[in-house]
């Protein structure tokens, strides 16, 4: 079943502006990775937040985590049209074993 | 540094024909080895997961198998392809925890005709 879900589904913004992208999940986690995919390519790996951190910062990626509300988000700041690709939720629930359960994306274009 | 391979890149095969796809890791030991499933558009969904050689979990019935005859080859094998087994097939692997980050080989487009 789907444990993370990703909104918007697609985002398209001005080289330049931030992007925000949000997922929720539905039962406690112990952490929570975003990861990304370019067209046709493996995914790469992100960051990895855990359930008792709130935030993180990777060069101009900043994670939050809110466990009350069960949810992330992924901002991106200063966007550059290299930043276009999906953009994916992973989260390690404590009901699932030693799995990720990844969510369906949130596809971002950005304008050059 | 690890890298990970895949191969074939694309694959085009009939309905009904046989299929091994091949993921070798390099530069480390004792990998957790991941097989995923992509349909157009969509999120990954596991297929199968390996914590050691001869280890295989499965976790969605259907006409597809895995095996780990070495400790950083695995391979996803059909004896009869569907059609709904096209898709890009992502293999990864991890270190310590299964949970803990993920790195992914470059896929492989499976087109089922």
């Known amino acids: 079943s789907q444990q993370g879900e990703e909104d918007p589904q697609a985002l398209s913004i001005q080289e330049g502006e931030n992007a925000t992208m949000n997922c929720s999940y539905k039962?406690?986690?112990?952490?929570l990775q975003w990861y990304r995919q370019n067209s046709g390519r493996g995914l790469v790996h992100l960051i990895l937040?855990?359930?008792?951190?709130r935030e993180k910062h990777s060069g101009r990626l900043r994670v939050t985590l809110d466990t009350s509300k069960k949810s992330s988000s992924l901002l991106i700041t200063a966007s550059r049209a290299a930043d276009t690709a999906s953009y994916f939720c992973?989260?390690?629930?404590?009901?699932?074993?030693?799995?990720?359960?990844f969510g369906t994306g949130t596809r971002l274009a950005v304008r050059p | 540094s690890q890298t990970i391979h895949q191969w074939p890149a694309t694959l085009v095969q009939p309905v009904g024909s046989p299929l091994s796809l091949e993921c070798t890791v390099e530069?480390?030991?004792?990998?957790?080895l991941y097989w995923y499933r992509q349909a157009a558009g969509r999120g990954l969904q596991l297929l199968f997961y390996?914590?050691?050689?001869?280890?295989i979990s499965s976790e969605v019935p259907q006409n597809l198998s895995a095996s780990r005859p070495q400790d950083r080859q695995f391979i996803l094998s059909s004896k009869k392809l569907l059609l709904s087994d096209s898709g890009f097939y992502l293999c990864?692997?991890?270190?310590?925890?299964?949970?803990?980050?993920?790195?992914f080989g470059p896929g492989t487009r499976l087109t089922v005709l």
């Open positions: 992973a989260t390690d629930a404590k009901s699932s074993g030693d799995k990720l359960t």
């Open positions: 530069g480390t030991s004792n990998p957790n």
């Open positions: 990864a692997w991890s270190v310590g925890y299964p949970t803990d980050t993920q790195y």
């Open positions: 039962t406690s986690i112990n952490n």
């Open positions: 937040i855990r359930s008792n951190e």
């Open positions: 390996s914590v050691g050689i001869g280890q």
